[in-house]
């Protein structure tokens, strides 16, 4: 595990929260989003009613769907509404409750909310969440243990379905979600290989257990996947398209299955990546070989899934059999420069800003 937490200065947080920082959406971003499509404000923040809870950030999460609800991307639309100008970016974020009016909760507690990207808010007691800092660090609810982790239990067991034995190609692989793809394959006995971009992630890849390391860079990287895969690839987990899925393809077995994750090489795009010749190959492929191509999101799995998610894996997480990395930034304002580096997969691991300071470290 590689958790790295800058230090937020103490003198910028008071306990009297009347204020609250927020970044909210100034213009709509065509191709890659600039600095300049984000807006800082500092608005009022309305005092708790019965049932609600005065939150102050301590973590907020970073995530590339939010990319969708931006606008403007010819190739990404998400499955969430397009966001409205001058409204708050949305993203998890754990927080200290500060002022209650639930009986449920007391100032200190330490909880899970989606209140985006601003320094302190009101939520209902109903919509957070519980954490206990003595199960794990609380920033782990926003990455291996949180969405990004859930998102790959999903895609990878109910999916992907992995057999032992078998060769799980993951792109994007030290990222939150396919970090957690690979080392959940090599749990369930498979074959991990994975691709990333860069000598530290690929070195990471190989320190944690990936049968092979890729660098999606490499001029050779196609014939370096060729190599590494003799036996073909029974399931390849989709987190980036372009150039790295045209690598893939020749490579599935049959009978392959491909869970859909994300595309982040077309996130920025204002037209097709591709000519129209990929398509009728790729379906011509998947007709003959049987392969199974879905689409999915955590969303509908949710209420089946989640606490099996958490009961398999806090537990290997606590014990080390699931590693994890942290990228972690400084101060509320960081978020826009963090998240258009984000979409250039300049992190590595998961991706937080730390806006407040956290009590339980």
């Known amino acids: 595990m590689n958790g790295i937490s800058p230090g937020v200065n103490e003198k910028e947080w008071t306990d009297d929260v009347t204020m609250s920082r927020r970044i909210v959406l100034a213009s709509r971003p065509a191709g890659a989003p600039r600095p300049s499509d984000f807006r800082v404000e500092e608005v009022p923040v309305p005092r708790p009613q019965e049932g609600e809870l005065l939150l102050r950030t301590i973590y907020l999460s970073l995530d590339p769907y939010v990319r969708g609800r931006l606008g403007y ?5 998400s ?6 100008l001058d409204e708050v970016l949305p993203g998890g974020t754990v927080c200290e409750v500060v002022d209650s009016g639930s009986p449920e909760f007391t100032e200190g507690d330490i909880v899970l909310a989606d209140l985006g990207w601003q320094s302190a808010g009101v939520r209902s007691a ?3 969440r519980r954490l206990d800092p003595d199960v ?5 609810a926003l990455g291996v243990l949180g969405m990004p982790g859930f998102t790959a239990y999903v895609g990878l067991n109910l999916v992907g379905r992995p057999n032992p034995g078998e060769t799980v190609v993951v792109a994007a692989a030290t990222g939150p979600v396919g970090s957690m793809v690979g080392q959940l394959a090599l749990l369930s006995g498979c074959r991990a290989v994975g691709i990333a971009g860069g000598p530290d992630k690929v070195a990471w890849l190989r320190d944690n ?13 196609a014939d370096e996947l060729a190599a590494a895969v003799p036996d073909g690839v029974d399931i390849y987990f989709e987190n980036v398209g372009g150039r790295v899925l045209d690598a893939v393809l020749p490579h599935l077995n049959a009978g ?22 990929r398509l009728p ?4 492929l998947i007709l003959s070989r049987a392969i199974t191509v879905q689409g999915f999101t955590f969303g509908p799995y949710t209420a089946s899934h989640q606490q099996q998610f958490l009961d398999e894996t806090a537990p290997a997480v606590r014990e080390g059999r699931l590693r994890y990395r942290e990228d972690i930034v ?3 304002e960081a978020a826009p420069t963090a998240f258009i580096g984000l979409l250039g997969g300049a992190n590595f691991g998961k991706q937080l800003v730390q806006v407040g300071p956290d009590p339980t470290r």
Do not use: I, K, Q, W
């Open 136 to 140: 794990s660090p609380v920033s782990t």
């Open 126 to 128: 109903a919509t957070v």
């Open 73 to 77: 991307a010819h190739t990404y639309r």
């Open 330 to 332: 400084d101060g509320l």
């Open 209 to 221: 257990g990936f049968a092979a390391a890729l660098d999606h860079r490499s001029p050779a990287f």
């Open 281 to 284: 190959g790729m379906m011509s």
């Open 79 to 84: 499955a969430s509404p397009l966001l409205p």
């Open 256 to 277: 392959a299955r491909v869970p859909v994750c994300g595309l982040v090489s077309e996130y920025n795009g204002t037209r097709p990546a591709a000519g129209p010749d």
